[in-house]
């Protein structure tokens, strides 16, 4: 592993199933997003958490959680899928949790709701 | 939130210079940053800016950031294949970077 693994590359999933994307990171960064990214909208914050045991709202939060049981990793879950959350998933971390620190993203999970 | 604005595409023949233009409306914005996506991959840090500085060159790219007009800009001097790639401008708020839609270049060989 080396910087940011997400995990499944892409999923097609029918509305309503729960879901869980896997964030890990070897770089033990306290801060770590997640982002979705839709044509036209770029990216957008769904949570982040700016060290373990803690997690925020980010500007589109309704329909996810996230957990931060430790440094490395941070799921996340939707409850129950709709369409609308056909996207493409980021996960990201930067060290120290500040906006002036750079972030580091993983490759991307390409969620399809039918 | 703040909003950070891109147009969405920009084409160029491989050897003229590529200038991304990014507008955003956080006044209190310490750092504007670009960043590149590759096609199947993340973002990828290219380089950043501090609030306080009018410009900084990094090899073939030049930033160059007017705070009075909220506008950044990236600039790629003799632009390459390889630099074909969508780069999003994003901005430093509280607890969160506020990303542009991104601008999908296109290099013509």
């Known amino acids: 592993i080396a910087g940011i693994t997400q995990a499944p590359t892409s999923q097609i999933l029918a509305a309503g199933r729960r879901m869980t994307l896997r964030c890990t990171q070897d770089m033990r960064h306290n801060a770590m997003y997640w982002y979705r990214q839709d044509l036209g909208l770029g990216l957008r914050l769904i949570h982040y958490s700016n060290t373990a045991g803690t997690t925020g709202k980010g500007e589109v939060p309704d329909g996810y959680s996230v957990s931060r049981a430790n440094t490395d990793d941070f799921p996340l879950t939707l409850a129950s899928a709709v369409p609308s959350q056909t996207s493409v998933y980021f996960c990201a971390s930067s060290d120290g949790g500040k906006p002036n620190s750079p972030l580091h993203f993983g490759n991307g999970t390409r969620l399809t709701v039918t | 939130g703040e909003d950070v604005e891109q147009s969405l595409f920009l084409s160029v023949r491989e050897g003229d210079s590529s200038v991304i233009n990014c507008t955003y409306t956080?006044?209190?914005?310490?750092?504007l940053y670009w960043y590149k996506q590759e096609p199947g991959a993340g973002l990828q840090l290219l380089t950043y800016i501090f609030s306080n500085m009018d410009m900084k060159q990094d090899q073939r790219l030049t930033v160059l950031l007017n705070k009075k007009d909220k506008h950044l800009s990236l600039r790629i001097a003799d632009t390459q294949t390889g630099d074909s790639a969508i780069y999003f401008c994003a901005s430093a708020g509280a607890n969160n970077l506020f990303f542009g839609t991104g601008t999908r270049l296109t290099v013509i060989p």
């Open positions: 956080d006044s209190s914005s310490t750092y």
